[in-house]
């Protein structure tokens, strides 16, 4: 799909690159996302959320520990700081997705 034209400074071309969502999920014409496979992904979007209260609570006490750490031994720190960093990552990622 592209149109060849005459711009001002010289000829381009216009390249309209295809819709990749509309090509997996379908369109208005019958095709389109199966209504089960919703429902099932929401049912493990719920079980996430009951998940994710649990593995807070173990972040949390991991922190604490990680802090425990840094306070015992400060040149532990650029470890410790990766490692925070990576768990807030995670937690933000499954808080997002769990709303």
């Known amino acids: ?42 049912h493990v979007l719920n079980g996430l959320e009951d998940e994710f209260e649990e593995r ?6 991991r922190l604490t520990k990680l802090a425990s750490d840094l306070d015992a031994d400060t040149s532990k720190a650029d470890r410790i700081a990766r490692k925070t960093q990576k768990m807030c990552r995670e937690i933000q990622g499954q808080g997002q997705t769990c709303g």
């Open 1 to 42: 799909m592209a149109d060849q034209s005459q711009g001002g400074n010289g000829t381009y071309q216009l390249i309209n690159p295809p819709n990749m969502l509309k090509v997996k999920v379908g369109d208005a014409d019958g095709f389109g996302i199966d209504p089960e496979m919703i429902r099932r992904a929401e």
């Open 56 to 61: 807070i609570t173990l972040e949390l006490a």
